[in-house]
């Protein structure tokens, strides 16, 4: 098992780490040293694989790093002492910046305020923000989205993953990878309307700055946290979105090398 890839969960909230583990669908293999670990076979419709998942709630602990793939912070933003408890671990967040997959979840929040500081730390850290317990979304609007929410997100995303020791299904020659395009991004803005004549700032254009600078975006990196901004603009005022949506859009079309003075026209 030592030379598996690994998952990491760890949380400030007692209880949650392991919650996830066993949510997600990993099987208990044993206790040691204040980790937990358990075992994930997972079998999709493109290929098959195992991951160890280790587990851990105790950030005084040596925690190696090898081969983790994937890191998991559950954490509580709305507690008590929340920042204290979250910077606990921030050594080792750090130390796991590169891993290939970095989510962030925690109970739905409810604080305009902290969902706002939640969501610049994630970008600011590259992680994806995901709400367990969520209020049920239309199903109308969740089957034309094809949107997944809280433990059936973080499954897809880890299934998203590229697993070093994975075994493919059927597998045809000369598949090439995909890239994402504008057309993606069109496709999630589609339905919001933009303001041309605004000059307001939101949060969103300092969230695009902490990841990009002023100068120089990279498209990759405001791609990978589409899914982020656009739920922090869901949650906006219908004229803040506007707002939103055309800082947005700037923001790719410079990612793309283009003038922001041609999109004035």
């Given amino acids: 098992m030592t030379d598996l890839p690994r998952i990491l969960i760890i949380s400030t909230e007692e209880g949650k780490a392991n919650e996830i583990a066993t949510n997600i669908g990993g099987e208990k293999l044993s206790n040691q040293d204040h980790f937990e670990y358990h075992l994930w076979n997972i079998q999709n419709k493109y290929y098959k694989t195992q991951v160890l998942i280790c587990v851990t709630e105790n950030p005084s602990q040596d925690i190696p790093v090898d081969d983790i793939e994937a890191l998991i912070v559950h954490h509580d933003p709305q507690a008590e002492n929340a920042d204290q408890n979250l910077k606990k671990w921030s050594s080792l967040i750090a130390s796991l910046a590169e891993a290939d997959v970095l989510l962030f979840s925690c109970n739905f929040i409810t604080d305009t305020t902290i969902r706002n500081k939640v969501i610049k730390w994630c970008l600011q850290n590259k992680f994806e923000l995901i ?71 939101l949060p969103v254009e300092n969230m695009l700055d902490g990841i990009m600078g002023e100068e120089n975006a990279d498209f990759g990196e405001l791609f990978s946290q589409l899914r982020a901004m656009k739920e922090h603009a869901a949650m906006l005022p219908t004229n803040q979105r506007r707002i939103a949506a055309e800082q947005l859009v700037t923001a790719f079309w410079k990612a793309m090398g283009g003038d922001p003075s041609e999109m004035e026209d």
């Fill in 131 to 201: 709400e367990l317990n969520r209020p049920d979304v239309d199903a109308s609007e969740a089957d034309s989205e094809n949107n997944k929410y809280g433990i059936e997100r973080i499954i897809e995303a880890l299934h998203a993953h590229m697993w070093p020791n994975m075994i493919l299904k059927g597998k045809s020659p000369n598949v090439e990878e995909q890239t994402p395009d504008m057309n993606e991004v069109e496709e999630q803005f589609e339905n919001i309307e933009l303001n041309q004549d605004s000059t307001e700032t």
